[in-house]
């Protein structure tokens, strides 16, 4: 419902509600105005149903028991908020105190519905039980009203002035939504008690268990109390029973008025996560973090999304629920080097786009729904739309907004989706599991890519370099054993059939780059020295893929994979290793999706592995060697290993590991994934320099690494900060080769 609708409609409900107060009574105005204000209510969240059913299907309801755990650990547990201690307690305090007083003000609408006629006229009190154990349950929930009330209404009004004065960044631009809450909550609890003071000072019981509501009485109208009170208040002296009895009246009315307002706000409002967050984490996704779905390139016609109904109703619940607390700019590494992308924003556009074109929507996909039923043909979603989401609109510069944000609210521009790195950082900061953002902006990838050619020019060369030369850097395939010349690697296609423990694959930076050639030295280095049996693919080995899907070329990453497939049905190998978290990733989840099922390590890991077996030794170094450690991506966040590493680093006497602020779970992306790596950085600040920076805030000259792309942008880093020949960038590979004991 529009919002000018929905004033008219509460204008009438107030004039009704005025009309049935005058001619039957308050207890039915009350009445009438709670089922009203509920009704509309209903009829809003109804819509939002049912525009959050425009999108696609998707089966999300395995593992119900599990679910709910989610939910409940997540939701009422804060269990996302509280790795931020402070902040979580806040959010704490906020949910649980909005939970007992929306208790409150559910009975004091029943006491008013039913006063004069139920209890001795005083009307219906929830959770009054009869008798002394009755009493005392009623004082305690009195209490409790009392204290979330008075802490709730400073609570609030510190949060305001923050976000006048000491506004943290996160929290910028000002958001008038935000505030709107925070008011109505003050001025929600200051209604509280006019209502509950002057109900004190009109004789209502009160005690222990009403200590603030009396305060609230005292000072503004005088009690004449056991507790020794004086009739009369300090501040406005004395004042006639009618006139407290009109207080009370105006604070029983306002109060109500704002409670019931809130009710209808709240759809409008980013505080409809109050509502959206349970369902959001009940039904998130178990599908390993940032996999992009498969397409059917069989049956179908249309790759990739561009328009707001292709995406499944998940990703829509998504923009309902969430929070708008921009712990996702926070993070993201393109918003913080002043690019147009804020995952916070392509949230907030998937929800606009979908209210923007809802009159076209919504009867089309009524009608696709009958047709189905039916088994008729399904009739195409409208072309003529109020909103495309993809728009490609020239944006000057003196329009960017704050830390140069596009001004296309619902919709997503293409300097936007390009300059995502599927970090994935966005996902693990998210309080309500919104872990759609690097993927939805894939699948608007994927559009342009397969169905309208219209892609990074750079990229050209890049996919014709993976379809032709087998990799990205369209090096000759027949390069691919250069970088073991003289090492005695051997080959899988020399075993004669045997079966080797470790496929080690290589990787294309691996293979073709000459500094990532050195990590793979050190590696075969490590292995030899602990009698490894393991065998390289050589020439034999192509891309698997990875960077072509990222960017959304999914079709050449199908022909990679297939490629890959008939590779590996070649030779016999237990498990895999390698140094590329790329390749990792890959080969552990979404090979799945093609069936194949591989047992795959990275080589952090078996490095960890051979230490920890005794495998290797490692002497100590000869100075003490400060160094820290940049977590890549698709390590960390995608697959969880911070530890191996770590361990590693730890068994070298000498090694003092100093950890940057954002590492771990909450480190900050290089600048090459999804697919950055090739393209150009016209856009803000480079990613790779500040990571550098960050890194040599530790006060080391050594970054340790685990990746070949992270290897390249920072060494880029260094040299970006003319630090080249004093701050080296070296692979966990080549610091345990380095002190291999021989
Ligand atoms: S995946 Fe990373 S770069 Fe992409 S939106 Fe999320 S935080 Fe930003
Ligand atoms: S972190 Fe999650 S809830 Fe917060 S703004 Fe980002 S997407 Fe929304």
């Given at each position: 419902m529009p919002l000018r609708k929905l004033a008219l409609v509460t204008l009438i409900a107030l004039l009704l509600t005025v009309a049935i107060g005058w001619l039957i009574g308050t207890p039915a105005a009350v009445a009438f105005l709670f089922v009203a204000a509920f009704g509309i209510a209903v009829w809003n969240f109804a819509r939002l149903v049912r525009l959050i059913a425009i999108g696609e299907s998707e089966s999300l309801l395995d593992l119900v028991v599990y679910r709910v755990e989610a939910g409940i650990a997540y939701v009422f547990g804060e269990k996302k908020l509280l790795e931020d201690f402070w902040a979580g307690a806040m959010h704490l305090f906020f949910l649980y105190g909005f939970i007992t007083l929306s208790v409150g003000h559910f009975e004091l609408v029943l006491r008013e519905v039913t006063a004069g006629w139920v209890d001795g006229g005083i009307g219906f009190h929830l959770l009054k039980p009869t008798g002394s154990f009755g009493a005392l349950v009623y004082r305690l929930f009195l209490l409790s009203q009392d204290y979330a009330a008075i802490l709730i209404v400073p609570v609030s009004l510190i949060a305001l002035v923050r976000r006048w004065v000491h506004r943290p960044v996160r929290l910028s631009p000002r958001s008038q939504d935000a505030e709107n809450i925070l008011w109505f909550i003050v001025v929600l609890y200051a209604t509280f008690f006019l209502l509950n003071g002057a109900e004190v000072a009109l004789g209502d019981d009160y005690g222990w268990y009403r200590p603030w509501s009396y305060w609230a009485g005292y000072l503004l109208f005088g009690v004449s109390d056991q507790w020794g009170g004086v009739a009369g208040s300090p501040l406005f002296g004395p004042a006639a029973r009618d006139t407290v009895a009109l207080w009370r009246e105006i604070g029983l009315w306002s109060h109500l008025l704002i409670f019931f307002s809130f009710l209808n706000y709240l759809p409008y409002s980013k505080h409809l996560h109050l509502i959206a967050a349970f369902p959001n984490i009940f039904l998130r996704r178990f599908t390993p973090r940032g996999q992009p779905q498969l397409l059917d390139f069989e049956n179908s016609e249309v790759f990739g999304k561009s328009r707001i109904e292709q995406y499944s109703f998940k990703?829509?619940?998504?923009?309902?629920?969430?929070?708008?607390?921009?712990?996702?700019?926070?993070?993201?590494?393109?918003?913080?080097?002043?690019?147009?992308?804020?995952?916070?924003?392509?949230?907030?556009?998937?929800?606009?786009?979908?209210?923007?074109?809802?009159?076209?929507?919504?009867?089309?996909?009524?009608?696709?729904?009958?047709?189905?039923?039916?088994?008729?043909?399904?009739?195409?979603?409208?072309?003529?739309?109020?909103?495309?989401?993809?728009?490609?609109?020239?944006?000057?510069?003196?329009?960017?907004?704050?830390?140069?944000?596009?001004?296309?609210?619902?919709?997503?521009?293409?300097?936007?989706?390009?300059?995502?790195?599927?970090?994935?950082?966005?996902?693990?900061?998210?309080?309500?599991?919104?872990?759609?953002?690097?993927?939805?902006?894939?699948?608007?990838?994927?559009?342009?890519?397969?169905?309208?050619?219209?892609?990074?020019?750079?990229?050209?060369?890049?996919?014709?370099?993976?379809?032709?030369?087998?990799?990205?850097?369209?090096?000759?395939?027949?390069?691919?054993?250069?970088?073991?010349?003289?090492?005695?690697?051997?080959?899988?296609?020399?075993?004669?059939?045997?079966?080797?423990?470790?496929?080690?694959?290589?990787?294309?930076?691996?293979?073709?780059?000459?500094?990532?050639?050195?990590?793979?030295?050190?590696?075969?280095?490590?292995?030899?020295?602990?009698?490894?049996?393991?065998?390289?693919?050589?020439?034999?080995?192509?891309?698997?893929?990875?960077?072509?899907?990222?960017?959304?070329?999914?079709?050449?990453?199908?022909?990679?994979?297939?490629?890959?497939?008939?590779?590996?049905?070649?030779?016999?190998?237990?498990?895999?290793?390698?140094?590329?978290?790329?390749?990792?990733?890959?080969?552990?989840?979404?090979?799945?999706?093609?069936?194949?099922?591989?047992?795959?390590?990275?080589?952090?890991?078996?490095?960890?592995?051979?230490?920890?077996?005794?495998?290797?030794?490692?002497?100590?170094?000869?100075?003490?060697?400060?160094?820290?450690?940049?977590?890549?991506?698709?390590?960390?966040?995608?697959?969880?290993?911070?530890?191996?590493?770590?361990?590693?680093?730890?068994?070298?006497?000498?090694?003092?590991?100093?950890?940057?602020?954002?590492?771990?779970?909450?480190?900050?992306?290089?600048?090459?994934?999804?697919?950055?790596?090739?393209?150009?950085?016209?856009?803000?600040?480079?990613?790779?320099?500040?990571?550098?920076?960050?890194?040599?805030?530790?006060?080391?000259?050594?970054?340790?690494?685990?990746?070949?792309?992270?290897?390249?942008?920072?060494?880029?880093?260094?040299?970006?900060?003319?630090?080249?020949?004093?701050?080296?960038?070296?692979?966990?590979?080549?610091?345990?080769?380095?002190?291999?004991?021989?």
């Open positions: 990703t829509l619940l998504d923009s309902f629920a969430c929070t708008e607390c921009a712990r996702c700019n926070d993070v993201c590494p393109a918003h913080l080097s002043h690019k147009p992308l804020k995952p916070k924003k392509v949230v907030h556009d998937l929800k606009l786009n979908l209210y923007r074109n809802e009159h076209a929507l919504l009867p089309w996909k009524a009608a696709w729904r009958a047709a189905k039923r039916s088994g008729a043909e399904l009739p195409p979603a409208p072309e003529q739309r109020p909103a495309e989401l993809i728009t490609r609109e020239e944006i000057a510069k003196e329009r960017y907004g704050f830390m140069g944000q596009y001004p296309t609210d619902g919709q997503v521009h293409v300097d936007e989706l390009w300059s995502c790195t599927t970090c994935a950082a966005c996902v693990e900061a998210c309080p309500v599991l919104i872990e759609s953002v690097p993927v939805s902006l894939i699948d608007l990838r994927r559009h342009l890519v397969m169905m309208e050619s219209d892609f990074p020019s750079e990229l050209t060369a890049c996919f014709k370099g993976m379809e032709v030369q087998g990799n990205p850097w369209a090096i000759g395939g027949d390069k691919r054993e250069e970088w073991c010349a003289g090492l005695d690697v051997p080959l899988l296609r020399d075993q004669g059939g045997r079966e080797v423990e470790y496929l080690f694959w290589v990787g294309c930076a691996g293979a073709t780059d000459d500094r990532a050639k050195k990590i793979q030295q050190a590696l075969v280095k490590i292995l030899k020295a602990a009698q490894v049996d393991f065998a390289i693919l050589g020439n034999e080995e192509r891309c698997n893929g990875d960077p072509a899907r990222r960017m959304g070329n999914e079709y050449l990453y199908l022909q990679m994979v297939e490629a890959v497939r008939e590779i590996f049905a070649k030779y016999k190998f237990k498990k895999i290793v390698t140094a590329c978290p790329h390749c990792y990733n890959a080969f552990k989840h979404d090979y799945r999706q093609f069936g194949m099922e591989l047992d795959v390590i990275h080589h952090s890991e078996l490095i960890w592995q051979l230490i920890d077996h005794k495998r290797i030794a490692l002497r100590a170094t000869d100075a003490p060697w400060p160094l820290t450690f940049h977590d890549p991506c698709y390590l960390g966040r995608y697959n969880g290993i911070y530890q191996p590493p770590r361990s590693a680093l730890g068994r070298i006497g000498g090694v003092e590991l100093r950890e940057m602020e954002r590492h771990g779970k909450k480190s900050y992306c290089c600048g090459a994934g999804g697919g950055r790596m090739w393209m150009e950085e016209h856009l803000g600040e480079r990613i790779n320099n500040e990571r550098t920076k960050q890194a040599l805030a530790t006060g080391v000259k050594t970054i340790c690494v685990a990746c070949p792309f992270c290897m390249t942008m920072l060494t880029d880093g260094t040299k970006a900060l003319d630090l080249e020949d004093e701050v080296k960038v070296l692979d966990l590979a080549e610091v345990v080769a380095r002190q291999l004991q021989a």
